[in-house]
């Protein structure tokens, strides 16, 4: 069957609209009608071809929130009618050790990303939401719990959530921790919300004086302004755990240094060119570590969205047209948003 999108044929292409093909729901599968889709920055990169490998067409889109519309015979967990949710993966080996234990971001043959991935379906790679539809295997969709008027705003939870839901479980983040959250922005606003919600004490970091009093809108017990040395060195050897969500080259130092002895750095952010190599004295003399997390596993990201509905968490949204994907993404580039593009598939 075909259903409306907008995609691109080329990375110098504006954003157009297309008829694409999606296949009949299989005997695990679940169709999804897509009332919302975030805009991430992954999409901008692939869609300007600017990771390696991006095929076209491409449509971009991996914070999906709909109503399921059809299930195979097989599907136990969805029917009709059902809230749902799709992220960045609609496919993994489902056998080796990381899928095993939930952790299918992980798969040992690689994960299968809802856009740009293999598939046997026409034309060869997924399509992802910025589309009306979508046909997922059961095992890849998401309940989301959250009332009908916040839909638009869950949808950013799908990758800017869990991306930093997962590190802040995985490091035990909660009561008696003190947290950083580097870089007030599509991620790190979610950052400082969930880290709120786990009941520790977060200290925001960013560049910019004039997000100081947002920051702490967002739940920030501190705000810290990154660039003050007077302001970065009373923060010393302070800090269990830090999650960096910029995605610009930087210079880890500077926050690696605010961690106790065994605290973490965790990056979430990939930069456009590599980091500036750490001072490994600054991690031996304390037994500081820094390290990596992507996304989350399903079961973990539907931990999250519940989550999220129990503590009233969604994204700060900005509504567009699906006509305004290009302006978006200039003013993306820009950062003149807070803190996430919300597609309105209705405009399609």
Same mark, same amino acid.
């Given at each position: &069957?075909t259903t409306?999108?907008?995609?691109?044929?080329?990375a110098?292409?504006?954003?157009?609209?297309?008829?694409?093909?999606r296949?009949?729901p299989g005997?695990r599968?679940?169709q /999804? *009608?897509? =009332?919302?889709c975030?805009?991430?920055?992954?999409?901008?990169h692939?869609?300007r071809s #600017?990771? =390696?490998?991006?095929l076209?067409?491409?449509?971009p889109g991996?914070?999906?929130? +709909?109503r399921?519309?059809?299930?195979g015979? *097989?599907?136990?967990? !969805?029917?009709?009618?059902?809230?749902?949710?799709?992220?960045?993966?609609?496919?993994s080996?489902q056998h080796?050790?990381?899928?095993?234990?939930g952790?299918e @971001?992980y798969? *040992?043959? +690689?994960?299968?990303?809802?856009?740009?991935g293999?598939t046997?379906d026409?034309?060869?790679?997924?399509?992802?939401g910025?589309s009306q539809r979508i046909?997922v295997? #059961?095992?890849?969709?998401l309940?989301?719990r959250?009332p009908?008027e916040q839909?638009?705003?869950?949808?950013?939870?799908?990758?800017?959530g /869990?991306?930093t839901y997962?590190?802040?479980r995985?490091?035990?983040?909660?009561?008696?921790?003190?947290?950083?959250?580097?870089?007030?922005?599509g991620?790190?606003?979610?950052?400082?919300?969930i880290?709120?919600?786990m009941?520790?004490?977060?200290?925001?970091f960013?560049t910019? #004086?004039?997000k100081? @009093?947002?920051?702490?809108?967002?739940?920030a017990d501190?705000v810290?302004?990154?660039?003050?040395?007077?302001q970065?060195?009373v923060q =010393?050897?302070?800090?269990?755990?830090?999650?960096d969500?910029?995605?610009?080259?930087?210079?880890l130092d500077? !926050?690696?240094?605010?961690l106790?002895?065994d605290?973490?750095?965790c990056l979430?952010?990939v930069p456009e060119?590599?980091?500036?190599?750490?001072n490994?004295?600054n991690?031996?003399f304390?037994?500081?570590a820094? =390290?990596?997390?992507l996304?989350?596993?399903?079961?973990?990201? @539907?931990e999250m969205?519940d !989550?999220?509905?129990?503590? +009233?968490?969604?994204?700060?949204i900005?509504?567009?047209?699906?006509? +305004?994907?290009?302006?978006?993404?200039?003013?993306m580039?820009k950062s003149d948003?807070?803190?996430?593009f919300?597609?309105?598939v209705?405009? &399609?």
């Amino acid at each position: &069957m075909t259903t409306r999108a907008y995609g691109v044929n080329a990375a110098n292409e504006s954003f157009q609209s297309m008829d694409i093909a999606r296949r009949a729901p299989g005997l695990r599968d679940v169709q /999804i *009608e897509i =009332a919302y889709c975030g805009i991430c920055h992954s999409d901008l990169h692939t869609a300007r071809s #600017e990771w =390696a490998g991006t095929l076209y067409p491409c449509v971009p889109g991996h914070e999906i929130v +709909g109503r399921v519309s059809a299930v195979g015979s *097989e599907v136990t967990g !969805f029917k009709a009618g059902d809230t749902v949710g799709v992220g960045c993966m609609v496919g993994s080996c489902q056998h080796c050790a990381a899928c095993e234990e939930g952790l299918e @971001q992980y798969c *040992e043959r +690689g994960l299968i990303g809802t856009y740009n991935g293999p598939t046997p379906d026409a034309p060869g790679h997924t399509l992802g939401g910025y589309s009306q539809r979508i046909v997922v295997d #059961e095992k890849f969709v998401l309940h989301v719990r959250h009332p009908q008027e916040q839909l638009a705003a869950v949808a950013p939870l799908l990758c800017a959530g /869990i991306t930093t839901y997962s590190p802040l479980r995985h490091w035990n983040v909660g009561p008696g921790k003190k947290v950083g959250i580097v870089g007030i922005g599509g991620l790190g606003h979610m950052g400082v919300k969930i880290a709120h919600a786990m009941g520790a004490h977060v200290v925001a970091f960013t560049t910019s #004086e004039s997000k100081r @009093q947002a920051a702490h809108d967002l739940g920030a017990d501190e705000v810290v302004v990154s660039r003050d040395r007077a302001q970065m060195k009373v923060q =010393a050897n302070s800090f269990d755990f830090i999650l960096d969500t910029v995605a610009a080259s930087h210079d880890l130092d500077a !926050f690696s240094s605010l961690l106790k002895r065994d605290g973490t750095l965790c990056l979430v952010g990939v930069p456009e060119h590599a980091h500036p190599s750490p001072n490994v004295g600054n991690l031996i003399f304390k037994r500081r570590a820094i =390290a990596g997390s992507l996304i989350g596993g399903i079961k973990e990201t @539907q931990e999250m969205l519940d !989550f999220c509905a129990q503590h +009233g968490i969604v994204a700060d949204i900005e509504m567009i047209r699906a006509d +305004g994907i290009d302006a978006a993404y200039e003013r993306m580039l820009k950062s003149d948003v807070k803190y996430r593009f919300v597609i309105d598939v209705a405009t &399609m």
